[in-house]
């Protein structure tokens, strides 16, 4: 099958590439970057020479439906929903990795991400790509507005307990820290190496464009309106997310007994791992993996479980994800190319 990636520039394409490279069912035909059209690939990642070097273009939708079946979206946001319709209309599949499709309130979407929703048919045949929750609907799905890497590692946390109404809905607090990448490649004073390194500092405060996206999943899994206390960081390292969240049980749980049921609802899950009583998982554990590993501490003093999930978020938050869901929208065996051991150290 022959693939594209629009937006051939950044992390998440660099890194779709990483795993792309040796899939078996799948040649990445065409890199698209108008500001790097008639440039090698290997010329911006010279970690790539005589790997990929083929010469990134210019976009034409024509020729480009002609040439391809699959078109991965690594563009930032408001982007991807000025395209997308067109090559739906031509039955090409489509994955984005921004934020354009993710979300079904307009109003919302505007306040988040400052423009115009992308027009309402298209939100409407959009799959919201959590591989593990919504598998059944992402097989015969034309467009996969994939996750982002906030939303992947709170709501894979959240799920289990919600789905089993162990919760209390209104009370939930999430704590999560991102390493550089999470802000992309583009130049940012705010993560220069000067002001990044020995530093540790919170971000868009009741503003990230997550916190609708991650109330929007956990609603649905309630049946009811959901809103969460959400608190981003930036800490100094490259790879990862950790989201630590806090949330009231509505009676009495064992560690153990919760981990049992978290264990049952991944069961058939090869990308999510449940760690043992007494044991929480670290970034490093999942570092360029499609893993998302969950450790569990109910503190029974105080009525509370904690929650600790860890993702890599170029490839559980970005990459590895919607391979994933392009192995599946195909009817491959979910892991394919992706099934790779962590990087450890």
């Given at each position: 099958?022959?693939?594209?990636?629009?937006?051939?520039?950044?992390?998440?394409?660099v890194?779709?590439?990483?795993?792309?490279?040796?899939?078996?069912?799948?040649?990445?035909?065409?890199?698209?970057?108008?500001?790097?059209?008639?440039?090698p690939?290997?010329?911006?990642?010279?970690?790539?020479?005589?790997?990929?070097?083929?010469?990134?273009?210019?976009?034409?939708?024509?020729?480009?439906?002609?040439?391809?079946?699959?078109?991965?979206?690594?563009?930032?946001?408001?982007?991807?929903?000025?395209?997308?319709?067109?090559?739906?209309?031509?039955?090409?599949k489509?994955?984005?990795?921004?934020?354009?499709?993710?979300?079904?309130?307009?109003?919302?979407?505007?306040?988040?991400?400052?423009?115009?929703?992308?027009?309402?048919?298209?939100?409407?045949?959009?799959?919201?790509?959590?591989?593990?929750?919504?598998?059944?609907?992402?097989?015969?799905?034309?467009?996969?507005?994939?996750?982002?890497?906030?939303?992947?590692?709170?709501?894979?946390?959240?799920?289990?307990?919600?789905?089993?109404?162990l919760?209390?809905?209104?009370?939930?607090?999430?704590?999560?820290?991102?390493?550089?990448?999470?802000?992309?490649?583009?130049?940012?004073?705010?993560?220069?190496?000067?002001?990044?390194?020995?530093?540790?500092?919170?971000?868009?405060?009741?503003?990230?464009?997550?916190?609708?996206?991650?109330?929007?999943?956990?609603?649905?899994?309630?049946?009811?309106?959901?809103?969460?206390?959400?608190?981003?960081h930036?800490?100094?390292?490259?790879?990862?997310?950790?989201?630590?969240?806090?949330?009231?049980?509505?009676?009495?749980?064992?560690?153990?007994?919760l981990l049992?049921?978290?264990?049952?609802?991944?069961?058939?899950?090869?990308?999510?791992?449940?760690?043992?009583?007494?044991?929480?998982?670290?970034?490093?554990?999942?570092?360029?993996?499609?893993?998302?590993?969950?450790?569990?501490?109910?503190?029974?003093?105080?009525?509370?479980?904690?929650?600790?999930?860890?993702?890599?978020?170029?490839?559980?938050?970005?990459?590895?994800?919607?391979?994933?869901?392009?192995?599946?929208?195909?009817?491959?065996?979910?892991?394919?190319?992706?099934?790779?051991?962590?990087?450890?150290?």
């Amino acid at each position: 099958m022959n693939v594209a990636i629009i937006g051939g520039t950044g992390y998440g394409a660099v890194e779709l590439l990483r795993f792309l490279y040796n899939h078996p069912h799948v040649t990445v035909s065409k890199i698209i970057s108008h500001s790097n059209s008639g440039t090698p690939f290997s010329e911006v990642y010279p970690h790539l020479v005589n790997l990929i070097d083929t010469e990134m273009e210019s976009l034409d939708i024509s020729t480009l439906a002609e040439e391809v079946d699959l078109v991965f979206f690594a563009t930032p946001s408001n982007v991807s929903k000025n395209y997308i319709p067109e090559l739906i209309d031509k039955g090409i599949k489509c994955i984005d990795l921004s934020g354009d499709f993710r979300l079904k309130d307009g109003e919302q979407y505007r306040n988040y991400y400052g423009e115009k929703m992308a027009p309402e048919k298209y939100i409407e045949k959009a799959v919201y790509g959590l591989s593990e929750v919504n598998k059944k609907a992402i097989e015969n799905a034309l467009l996969i507005a994939n996750p982002g890497c906030y939303p992947t590692a709170t709501t894979l946390g959240l799920i289990p307990v919600l789905s089993h109404n162990l919760a209390d809905y209104q009370n939930i607090v999430i704590d999560a820290k991102t390493g550089t990448t999470g802000a992309g490649r583009s130049l940012s004073q705010g993560f220069h190496f000067s002001e990044m390194q020995e530093n540790f500092k919170a971000y868009k405060l009741g503003i990230h464009k997550h916190i609708p996206e991650i109330e929007q999943v956990l609603s649905d899994t309630a049946n009811e309106d959901i809103q969460v206390t959400f608190t981003p960081h930036v800490v100094p390292m490259t790879r990862g997310i950790m989201s630590t969240i806090y949330v009231n049980l509505k009676e009495r749980q064992s560690t153990k007994q919760l981990l049992d049921l978290y264990k049952e609802f991944y069961k058939d899950k090869p990308f999510v791992r449940v760690r043992e009583e007494g044991i929480i998982p670290q970034t490093k554990e999942v570092y360029g993996s499609n893993f998302c590993d969950i450790g569990l501490y109910a503190d029974e003093r105080t009525g509370k479980l904690i929650i600790v999930s860890v993702i890599d978020n170029l490839v559980k938050g970005a990459s590895g994800q919607a391979i994933q869901n392009m192995n599946i929208m195909n009817g491959w065996d979910e892991a394919t190319g992706i099934n790779q051991l962590p990087i450890y150290p």
